[in-house]
């Protein structure tokens, strides 16, 4: 019986090797010539795309553009840049109220001759919104009428017989990241500010802060200096952190740390005449409740403990996180 899903023969299998990287080496050849052909232009197009007053980008596009489109109008929102995509054949039968004066509209059209975006382009100039236009025809209308015009460099479709969007639809996105990403740098867009749009992703398990974690107030395992070893294990016992941590004579300092290894260490007949300062490890391994959590987890594999104590910048015991709460927290 013969399978449907026959392997390719060794010829088959090097024709669509040399397939493959003819379109991706013809789309990073064109990747490198938008590169090079930028200019001040950019600047002005950043310049309009600079939205306030709770403007926001509007991405419109038709077919491939359009896919393009809702792809750039995501990568903008999630990096600090309020966006939309809206359809232009939808914008015509009432979507158009989704644009106000405060926003800027981002057109793409390959041709620029998109017929759909002329109720688009036709009302962000009869309210003065300002247009900026992706397209590969500087002749186009589209051009003419937008603010500012990007012009994609003509370098044909990687497609054989040069139909299908293929380098310029990779071109268009690209440049769409790349003003995503400028618009980020102007901002000053910080990973904390990332991680507001992306609480339930990786990124924002990575960036979680120590103070989303750690335990506080009565959780924590303190006790002061001179309190009996008797006691002190009781309080360790009782916290279940596997170790405690040590008050300055003035009780508002992180003087130390007795964990199980200095019990371990202090293993004695004599251990409950002592005090808690006589047995503990003097300034141990801190982390701030700022820090990521992410960085105390490192701090504790490195040093082989499971705890650390989150301390102010008076050494003053805030909180303790304890490695559990970063494995749980999906934090490796």
């Known amino acids: 019986m013969t399978s449907s899903h026959a392997l390719a023969t060794p010829d088959h299998a ?106 688009v382009v036709h ?14 025809h500087a002749d186009s209308a589209l051009a003419h009428t937008a603010d500012v015009a990007l012009i994609l460099p003509d370098v044909g ?12 639809t990779t071109l268009m996105l690209a440049l769409g990241d790349a003003l995503a990403v400028a618009l980020l740098e102007r901002k000053g867009f910080s990973p904390a500010d990332f991680k507001v749009f992306h609480p339930g ?41 596997g170790c405690v941590g040590v008050l300055t004579p003035e009780g508002d300092a992180l003087a130390g740390i007795i964990t199980d290894g200095d019990l371990r260490r202090h293993l004695e007949p004599g251990l409950f005449a002592r ?5 503990m490890t003097a300034a141990p391994k801190t982390t701030r409740p700022n820090a990521l959590a992410a960085e105390a987890l490192h701090v504790m594999n490195a040093r082989s403990i499971t705890s650390l104590f989150v301390v102010d910048e008076t050494m003053r015991p805030v909180g303790i996180v304890h490695m559990h709460d970063c494995l749980r927290a999906g934090i490796a």
């Not at 600079?50 to 077919?63: A, E, H, N, Y």
């Not at 802060?209 to 294990?233: F, I, W």
């Open 157 to 168: 479709e990687a497609c054989p017989m040069g139909l299908a969007p293929t380098t310029s």
């Open 14 to 119: 090097a024709d669509d090797v040399a397939s493959v990287r003819r379109v991706l080496l013809a789309e990073s050849d064109a990747l490198r010539t938008l590169a090079d052909q930028q200019t001040g232009l950019i600047s002005r197009a950043l310049d309009l795309l600079t939205v306030k007053g709770g403007g926001r980008v509007i991405v419109s596009g038709m077919g491939k553009s359009g896919h393009v489109g809702r792809k750039i109008a995501a990568t903008l929102a999630s990096t600090g840049t309020p966006s939309l995509f809206v359809h232009p054949g939808e914008a015509s039968h009432g979507d158009l109220g989704m644009i106000t004066r405060h926003d800027a509209v981002l057109a793409l059209s390959n041709s620029g001759e998109t017929p759909e975006l002329t109720d």
């Open 275 to 279: 005090t808690a300062a006589e047995v």
């Open 123 to 136: 009302y962000s100039r009869r309210f003065g919104i300002p247009l900026v236009a992706v397209t590969s």
């Open 201 to 241: 992703g990786q990124l924002g398990r990575r960036l979680l802060k120590v103070s989303e974690l750690m335990h506080s107030g009565d959780e924590l395992p303190l006790v002061a200096g001179d309190l009996g070893m008797g006691q002190v294990l009781l309080v360790m016992t009782n916290k279940s952190f």
